[in-house]
């Protein structure tokens, strides 16, 4: 939901460049999303359950990509303490003041149920106040991912910065499996409530993220991570079948998330370094990179956008109420239009702070 990438898509290119067809991917997500929480039902979700998971695996990727560099680039204890008060400040000036500006308006409005758990999403706990409860609340439910972003912020730059290089790979391994597990035990016992939006449930998708950019020099490891989400769509799509077919075992439903989470391995790796042809020109598309510069603003605002729509038509435009693609189309050119002046008004001039403070200089040729 946050981040930056993009650019020509060369095998020379690192994860901390800007690669344009990763605006793409991050369009593509955000569309995910919406779609998913407008229209989807539990059957007709196929490819479109998969955009906050495809959000974490960019975001591991980019923020590891980033991390990297930075360790490299600062040798010493000292230099590297300097690099993560960096990364913080440059984190804080790009997602805190649209969320805080949202969750406090939120909270004046008087929306269920953000006054009373107001403490748990102001310290990025929202996921833990879900998991707490059983279940999704109010009009905040999206912000569960929110919070498993700023928690890998804070935890993941010491694991980067501050452990030795040759023991972050399986740091990363360990973290992929305790997350596949975990949503398989989720699975079979039934016993866990909302399992699956805990951090360490997520860390299959972020985890994959961070080992993509920790092997990104290396042609043979990316080429084996990109085989692995090829050979993972063919479990994706016997899955999806079988939910087609109305058979909603809830492992059925996990191997069909694992699946999907491994396949956006291929996706982000073959955008890192240039889908061709049309997928890449469509990627590269000017109204997808602008979608996917705003699409944190469209994460945040989407999920406002349906009671606004439907209080709106009930009172004054009734054609919207009863029809469904008049509704979903007020609710996206409004839910497009918020954001773009979040980010033109208010994200883009904070954001552009972030060159007042900038990573280690280059030291030795990477």
């Known amino acids: 939901m946050m981040g930056s990438g993009s650019a020509k898509g060369h095998p020379g290119l690192k994860p901390t460049d800007y690669l344009v067809q990763l605006d793409g991917l991050r369009a593509l997500a955000v569309l995910a999303v919406m779609y998913w929480h407008w229209l989807s039902n539990d059957q007709m979700n196929f490819p479109f359950g998969g955009g906050v998971q495809l959000f974490f695996l960019l975001s591991g ?6 991390l990297v560099r930075c360790r490299d680039h600062a040798p010493g204890v000292a230099e590297k303490l300097a690099a993560l008060k960096i990364f913080i400040i440059r984190r804080m000036l790009r997602i805190f003041p649209l969320y805080y500006a949202v969750l406090l308006a ?12 107001l403490w748990w999403h102001l310290c990025y706990l929202t996921n833990f106040y879900f998991y707490k409860y059983g279940e999704y609340r109010g009009l905040l439910t999206h912000f569960w991912s929110l919070a498993i972003e700023e928690q890998f912020y804070l935890f993941w730059p010491w694991m980067v910065l501050f452990l030795r290089p040759a023991r972050l790979l399986p740091l990363i391994k360990t973290l992929i499996s ?6 398989f035990y989720g699975a079979i016992t039934g016993s866990m409530g909302l399992y699956e939006v805990v951090t360490w449930a997520n860390f299959d998708a972020l985890g994959l993220g961070a080992w993509l950019a920790v092997a990104w020099k290396n042609e043979r490891e990316v080429a084996f991570l990109r085989k692995v989400g090829l050979f993972a769509m063919v479990p994706l799509v016997m899955t999806q079948s079988l939910v087609y077919a109305g058979i909603n075992h809830p492992v059925i439903m996990a191997i069909r998330h694992e699946s999907l ?10 955008a890192g370094r240039g889908l061709p042809g049309l997928p890449g020109r469509f990627l590269a598309w ?10 944190y603003g469209l994460y945040v605002f989407h999920y406002f956008a349906g009671p606004a729509v439907h209080g ?10 009863d029809h469904m693609v008049l509704r979903v189309a007020a609710m996206l050119v409004l839910t497009i239009g918020v954001a773009a002046l979040s980010w033109r008004f208010m994200e883009k001039p904070l954001n552009d702070l972030k060159d007042r403070f900038p990573y280690p200089k280059r030291k030795v040729d990477l």
């Open 261 to 270: 989470v491994f396949s956006c391995v291929w996706l982000v790796a073959a």
């Open 61 to 66: 990727f980019l923020i590891t990509g980033i």
């Open 106 to 117: 939120a909270a004046a409005w008087g929306i269920w149920p953000v006054r009373e758990s």
């Open 178 to 183: 305790i997350s596949v597990v975990w949503r």
């Open 312 to 321: 709106f038509s009930r009172r004054f435009a009734p054609v919207l109420y």
């Open 286 to 295: 000017r109204p997808m990179v602008y979608i996917g510069k705003i699409s």
